[in-house]
């Protein structure tokens, strides 16, 4: 179809072409410059929730949510059935043990479990929101425009990060404000603030470091396959080798290091109050070695987006 020159807009400064026959603003007179990653962030999650696979994961979280909230409301009743009855503390104290109790290892065991779904979840998601911005230079577009490199950072590790809250963080919250509400007074949040505590450090913990490694392995890989490949060698294979060697070979405490799921979980303990049996007089070594992983991952996302030519 031929296009008349009527049909052309006349040209504006720092304008936008929506379509043929309209024109966005300067993005300079639209959004401030502090909110420049929101579009990053905006992108990288419409690219992901808009593919099955990410409605199959979240369809699989939610089943696990479903189970943990349907357990809650098996004991809400079974609490109120044996209620004043003489043989009825035995029974209720027994089911406590198998089943959700509201507890801090309850809410701690939720998000571990969830980390699984979210680990399949980032493996295929890591080249769409990173790896096919190197491959297929959308960096150099990025750069070219008002956008320094930590906003699309940000714009990133937020979307990411959002991704894995919706799975973690979001419906563990769910699960302590329906755990209180069952109960016969509103008590429970007042007297489980430590827990509160531990569910917000533990999800974004959670949320921010898997994001942040993420955004590392996908920066220097960039290919699917490779990426799946590496994130299995880190959630995968590391554990079951610094586990071995730990418990079979005689190997030093110092193996788990190695062990990023070991690392999130020691540090979920801390935060919901739980005596870990390792590194307890020596704390310091697991968050060290957390923030070793993280430097890693942030260094090799800044070595790769500096190389990016930038054409303005």
Known sequence: ???????????????????RWSISSAPEESRSPALSWWP???????L??????????????????????????????????????????????FARNFIFTGTGESFRDFITSQNTVVMLLLAISGA??????????????YFSKPLERWQYFLGKLVATSLLVSLLTLLPCLA????????????????????????????????????????????ALLQRTISIVMVWGLI?????IVTEVIHENAGGSDYWKLFDFWYLLQWCSNAF??????LFSTSPWLPVAAL????????????HKTRAVEVVS
């Open 272 to 277: 919901f109050g739980i005596e870990s049996s």
């Open 235 to 239: 959630f995968i294979f590391l554990p």
């Open 48 to 93: 992901v929730t808009k593919r099955r696979i990410f409605k199959v994961f979240v369809g699989l979280g939610l089943i696990n949510f479903l189970f943990f909230s349907a357990m809650i409301y098996f004991l809400a009743g079974l609490a109120a059935q044996l209620k004043g009855q003489r043989f009825g503390e035995g029974p209720l104290a």
């Open 128 to 141: 769409v929101l990173v790896g096919n911005d190197f491959r297929f230079r959308s960096l150099t577009f």
């Open 291 to 302: 923030a070793a992983w993280l430097g890693a991952a942030l260094w090799a996302f800044w």
């Open 1 to 19: 179809m031929e296009i008349d020159e009527v049909d052309l807009l006349p040209p504006k400064m720092g304008a936008t072409v929506v379509d």
């Open 40 to 46: 990053v962030a905006r992108v990288g999650l419409g």
């Open 175 to 218: 699960l302590f404000i329906e755990y209180g509400l069952f109960g016969d007074t509103f008590d429970y949040f007042i007297e489980s603030r430590r827990i509160l505590f531990g569910i917000l450090a533990y999800g974004l913990l959670v949320s921010v470091g898997m994001s942040t490694l993420l955004l590392g392995v996908a």
